[in-house]
């Protein structure tokens, strides 16, 4: 029996959590949940958005399901994702970018893994104001944080059979801090010569992810350049409602949607699950359940293919949990 932190999330979070238990519930993994809330709605009953039973649940079980949580834009409380990676070390951010048939993407059979490293850089929020009329951030690179996050990132492709890793950087520029971390991916790929190694620079990837992303497959990053490029992927194949997500540390690890919290649709059951049903099979392969992470898998695949029970942003009618319901039935 696995014992999974459960926090259903913000606005649609409850909804596509309730389609995403369903299924898990119909495979052969035994799971008991404990359940929290955290964001807004715990706000509004504990007032803070991550309440310390939340935390000390993480701690104790070391695997967390989570739904999207929102983040006030420029005011309120800082992010709480952001939070918990920093909280429980989640060094590791793996987000999946691939074509289903039956979502609509410009490209066709692409399979990229970006790779990100989780508690560094910009993206970490270190930063003040500067008297009233400027504001500083702090961008920090350590040769820690460079070598587990590049050495994650080839593991990864040796254990999934994958071919290439590319390093994203602005070492021409940043020569200091992006330079350690390049520096530090080159010095980790000789440990692995059977995988080759790349790096191109961040603006570049961009337009070679648009041009030719069939030339790529695991991409490593800092913290910020690997939160803009994994958007890119993710409109390449459809969206961020078809892209899963994973935060993972030495001891524990958070699966989530990389979409935000959509309020005005909240309890409606009109969002798309895809994307956490999706984090749900990373979460189950972590879990060493790969039997029944690729059932699900091929089940989500075969309706969307299929396009008859899809919600409305795949091209159809069905409500979340139908098309839950419709996945367990392709199950079998």
Not at 29 to 45: L, M, S
Not at 107 to 120: G, H, K
């Amino acid at each position: 029996m696995y014992k999974i932190t459960l926090l259903p999330g913000d606005g649609i979070g409850p909804d596509i959590m309730a389609a995403t238990k369903k299924i898990l519930a119909a495979t052969n993994v035994p799971i008991e949940w404990e359940e929290y809330i955290a964001g807004e709605f715990a706000i509004a009953e504990y007032g803070t958005p991550l309440p310390e039973h939340v935390l000390e649940s993480i701690r104790r079980n070391k695997i967390a399901l989570k739904g999207p949580l929102t983040t006030p834009v420029g005011t309120g409380f800082r992010s709480i994702n952001v939070a918990l990676r920093m909280k429980f070390d989640l060094f590791a951010n793996i987000r999946p970018a691939r074509t289903y048939k039956g979502i609509v993407s410009r490209f066709d059979n692409i399979d990229l893994v970006m790779i990100r490293e989780n508690t560094e850089d910009l993206y970490s929020g270190v930063e003040h104001m500067v008297g009233e009329d400027a504001a500083e951030s702090i961008k920090i690179i350590t040769r820690k944080g460079s070598e587990r996050i590049c050495r994650f990132a080839f593991e990864y492709a040796l254990k999934n059979n994958r071919r290439k890793v590319t390093a994203i950087h602005k070492a021409n520029i940043l020569k200091c801090t992006d330079g350690l971390f390049l520096e530090v991916f080159y010095q980790v790929a000789k440990d692995y010569p059977q995988i080759e190694s790349e790096d191109r620079i961040v603006d570049n990837m961009c337009m070679q992810l648009v041009q030719k992303p069939e030339l790529y497959d695991v991409l490593v990053a800092p913290n910020l350049y690997g939160d803009i490029v994994s958007d890119l992927c993710a409109g390449l194949v459809g969206g961020l409602g078809v892209v899963p997500g994973a935060n993972i540390g030495h001891e524990m690890a958070i699966f989530e949607p990389v979409h935000g919290s959509a309020p005005k649709y909240a309890g409606l059951d009109r969002a798309n699950p895809t994307a956490l049903i999706l984090s749900a099979v990373m979460m189950l392969r972590y879990l060493g359940e790969y039997s029944e992470a690729y059932r699900v898998e091929n089940a989500l695949a075969a309706v969307i293919k299929e396009g008859k029970v899809v919600t409305p942003d795949l091209g159809g009618n069905a409500r979340g949990m139908e098309m839950a319901e419709e996945i367990i039935r392709k199950m079998g």
